[in-house]
């Protein structure tokens, strides 16, 4: 998730003190010295990012050409609270898979009541980019298109509504062209639905580890 303008960059302030120390053990007051280091911590309020997987595989793969289904959300949430008249930036939804993993579909989908009319109208304004391992990157679609949901069932729904030709990419991440109002309290105002398989190399070296595994607890199980 990448937040929009209205990060915060807060400064924190350590002491430090240095003295040198003789053979035997005393220190030399004449050496002290006094300071300080800092460090800077960039942070957003009330932005929180969320990943489902919508549809589960096997622990070890059987099925080169399963599809995982996963949604990534965003929204302006820190806890139950009754919160009113807040806002949240947001300007990027991204997704780096742990494996290999060839992406064959995606999808936005848009809770309703969660943002204006001019923030809808910028919703639609969008790049879905895919990256490479290289870190070059190829525009998937412009103005990918959103559906607006009303409950939460409707928001974690498997289905994905765009089918692409599959390939793989190290990530992808949805980029609108400017900057997103969330205008109301909530977790999931707005989600990224993507579809991905594993790659033939990652199913392969998935199923031999999983078959190795498998193989050494049947082991185990014999001397018990």
């Known amino acids: 998730m990448k937040y929009g303008t209205n990060t915060t960059v807060a400064t924190q302030y350590f002491p430090v003190k240095t003295i040198l120390v003789n053979d035997d053990g005393t220190t030399d007051p004449t050496t002290e010295r006094n ?27 059987v099925d080169p050409e399963y599809r995982h289904k996963y949604l990534i959300t965003g929204g302006q949430y820190w806890g139950q609270a009754a919160v009113q008249n807040t806002t ?21 989908r848009v809770m309703d009541g969660f943002f204006d009319a001019a923030n809808l109208a910028k919703i639609s304004h969008n790049k879905l980019i895919g990256v490479n391992d290289d ?56 989600g990224l639905v993507l579809e991905t398989k594993l790659t033939n190399a990652e199913f392969t070296r998935l199923k031999q580890y999983g078959g190795q595994y498998k193989s050494k607890l049947h082991k185990c199980d014999q001397y018990r």
């Not at 974690?156 to 109002?181: G, H, Q």
């Open 35 to 61: 300071g300080k280091v800092y460090r800077e911590y960039e942070y957003v309020k009330k932005l929180k990012g969320t990943k489902y997987h919508l549809k589960y595989n096997y622990s070890v793969p």
């Open 88 to 108: 949240t930036i947001i300007n990027t939804i991204i997704d780096e898979p742990w494996e290999k993993t060839e992406f064959t579909g995606y999808g936005i």
């Open 135 to 190: 870190g070059s990157e190829e525009v998937i679609q412009a103005n990918v298109p959103f559906e607006t949901v009303n409950n939460d069932t409707q928001m974690k729904a498997d289905s994905v509504p765009i089918s692409m030709t599959p390939k793989y990419y190290k990530s992808i991440k949805l980029v609108f062209d400017d900057e997103v109002t969330i205008s109301k309290y909530g977790q999931d105002a707005i």
